[in-house]
Each structure stands twice: as C-alpha cells, then as structure tokens.
C-alpha cells in the first residue's frame, strides 16, 4: 500500500516567520511531487510541483525534494494571515498518473 | 467561467434515495475523478476515467456509479445513498496529453456537500 505521511498540525507560525510543511512518501520509484493548498469548505488549489531533486522556488514559496530520504518539504517564507489553510502533499502513484494524497497539514499564522 | 463545474453544490438527501452529481470542464483535458474527503482522512479516490470508454474504479467505489458521457462531462450516482456516505464530493481533472505541467497535475471542481439523513 502506497503511502503518502503528513503532520495533521495545526502548525502554528507567526505572522512574517517561516512555516515548514514536511510529507513523507513510502514508494521509491514516484517521480512527480505536489503542494496544494486548500482553504476551509474549499477545493484544493495546486502550488507547486517538483519532481527533481533540490529546490524549487516560486516567489514566497519553496518546494525542496529529496527523494533518497523520501521526503518533500514546502517553506513559506514571510507567512502571512491568508496563507492559514491545509496544505494537501501529493506524490505520484502508478503508471496511470494517479495521485497518492496525504491528509493534510493545517497551518495557521497568527498576526 | 471555472474551468471545472459541479452541480449542485449542496445536497440533502435521505437514506435509500438516488443521487447524482455531474461534472463539466472546458479544460479540454482527457481525465477525470471523482473524490470523496472526510474530516482527518484526506482525499479519497472514488472512480476515475481516462476517456469516455474507460472507466477504473479507485479505493472505495462501492456504493457508488459513474458515467462519462462526454470527454467534458463525468457523473456520480449514489444507487441507494447511506448515512456514511456524508461527506464532500469533489471532481478534478488531468491532462495527460500536454506538454506544460506534469501530466498527473490535477484541477479540482468546487466541490459538492452531500448529507445523507
């Protein structure tokens, strides 16, 4: 059984700090990861995708993917108030372009 | 206009009814899936479709049915809908056949909350 593993949280960070979302992911071979972000009662909005090694920028945001470890991080750098969500890690299944979801991390910034 | 649709967006039903809820993209992609998400338990797949001919049952398909009738266009019935069965359905669809990202990045509906009484 392919698993994908998150911290339920809440994480809880202050406002201009960095929140740290980490996942972990039981299958090796996967090659395609991804962030979503989900508000509450709404549906998942995708951030970022990584399927190479290192890091991975875009603009506040920072995927990191080691895949010796089988880990995926996602940095948010200066967190603000609307960044407060649940964060869905997603990896890559079989070869049918399925994805393996995580349950979720929720942060929750604090001004 | 979204890109993704699902209609109705809320829905009470009681034990033993039939439901159904439909799907619409103008995305033009060629997949589609059907998700159900709990409290604490994450997205979890119902069905999915790779084009009108071909339909795969995910991790929990019993209890329901689904049907593409079109390449836009992806329903879910719930034959005889229980109480566990409450949750919020949400459809997402892929493009396996673009160039721009991965080809298992997938867009979500808004969503729909179904409560069985």
């Known amino acids: 059984q392919k698993e994908v593993e998150q911290n339920s949280g809440p994480l809880s960070v202050p406002e201009g700090a960095i929140a740290s979302l980490n996942c972990t992911y039981s299958?090796?071979?996967?090659?395609?990861f991804f962030w979503y972000r989900q508000y509450s009662g709404k549906s998942p909005e995708l951030i970022m995708s990584?399927?190479s090694n290192g890091d991975k920028e875009d603009g506040r945001f920072t995927a990191q993917l080691n895949k010796a470890s089988q880990y995926v991080s996602l940095l948010i750098r200066d967190s603000q108030p609307s960044d407060s969500a649940t964060y869905l890690c997603a990896v890559e299944g079989d070869s049918n372009y399925q994805l393996i979801w995580g349950a979720g991390t929720k942060l929750i910034i604090k001004p | 206009d979204a890109d993704v649709t699902q209609t109705p967006r809320n829905r009470i039903t009681k034990t033993g009814k039939r439901i159904m809820l439909e799907c619409s993209q103008t995305?033009?992609?060629?997949?589609m899936y059907w998700y159900r998400q709990d409290p604490g338990l994450g997205l979890r797949l119902i069905y999915y479709s790779f084009d009108v001919k071909d339909i795969n049952k995910g991790e929990i398909s019993d209890g329901y049915s689904v049907s593409r009738q079109a390449q836009a266009k992806f329903s879910l019935s719930l034959e005889s809908a229980i109480p566990n069965q409450t949750a919020l359905y949400f459809c997402?669809?892929?493009?396996?056949?673009?160039?721009?990202?991965?080809?298992?990045?997938?867009?979500f509906g808004p969503g729909t909350r179904l409560l069985v009484l």
């Open positions: 997402a669809t892929s493009d396996s056949t673009g160039t721009g990202d991965p080809k298992e990045t997938q867009y």
């Open positions: 299958d090796r071979v996967s090659q395609s």
């Open positions: 995305k033009g992609h060629d997949r």
């Open positions: 990584i399927y």
